[in-house]
């Protein structure tokens, strides 16, 4: 079956460590895969896109990479803070889907001070 | 959240009811998107429009109806039919139907009592 899948567990990270967060995918010909930052009771945000052909994207303290072979993406935040508790989402687009977006289930991310 | 209002922000529904959310845009986006959020779960298409007067069923779109009269609204009904209505319900919109990037609003919590 085609999955999308995130680590389910919270991630605790102390306050100044980089934070990594797993997203793998089975069984799609992958376009282009996004991260998105939820907030509780809110919708999600957009942070940052990869295509299949590139290796590693960057924003400030953001960094993901896509490695189609291994069929995952990490997203890094670097210098993390506390305000970067928040949930992120990966979400895969595929010719598969028509390019509709497959959602994983999010990582709830803690930082702790 | 950007220029996208759902409203209400909590909705509670009776057995037997429908109910109606509301989802409107400002960004002049040609797009738009009804998404399901379930704990543990990734977001769930129910409907996505690209155009004024067409829209096409996503994965779950049994129990739901839309419509798309204007381009700056798309509202979503929770018909009796669906049985399992309670979910956080998400609006999204694109500057196209195969451009990347989604956009939020803040969302509906509904409950069934």
């Known amino acids: 079956s085609q999955k999308i899948e995130q680590n389910s567990e919270a991630l605790n990270i102390q306050e100044g460590k980089t934070a990594t967060l797993t997203c793998n995918y089975t069984n799609y010909s992958p376009a282009y895969l996004q991260w998105y930052r939820q907030d509780p009771g809110r919708g999600p945000v957009f942070l940052l896109l990869?295509?299949?052909n590139e290796k590693e994207k960057r924003k400030e303290r953001l960094k993901v990479t896509f490695d189609t072979t291994l069929k995952q993406s990490l997203f890094h935040i670097t210098a993390s803070q506390p305000a970067d508790s928040a949930t992120y989402l990966c979400a895969l687009g595929t010719m598969d889907s028509n390019y509709q977006l497959i959602w994983g289930a999010g990582t709830k991310l803690i930082i702790k001070p | 959240d950007g220029g996208i209002t759902q409203s209400p922000k909590y909705l509670f529904r009776k057995e037997g009811q429908n109910v109606t959310l509301s989802c409107e845009q400002n960004?002049?986006?040609?797009?738009m998107y009804w998404y399901r959020q379930d704990p543990g779960q990734g977001l769930r298409l129910i409907y996505y429009?690209?155009?004024?007067?067409?829209?096409q069923k996503g994965d779950i779109a049994e129990g739901y109806s839309v419509s798309r009269e204007k381009k700056e609204s798309f509202p979503l009904t929770v018909t009796s039919a669906q049985k399992n209505p309670t979910a956080f319900y998400l609006c999204?919109?694109?500057?196209?139907?195969?451009?990347?990037?989604?956009?939020f609003g803040p969302g509906t919590r509904l409950t069934v009592l």
């Open positions: 960004l002049n986006h040609d797009a």
């Open positions: 429009s690209q155009i004024v007067n067409d829209f």
């Open positions: 999204a919109t694109t500057e196209g139907l195969r451009t990347d990037t989604q956009y």
């Open positions: 990869i295509r299949e």
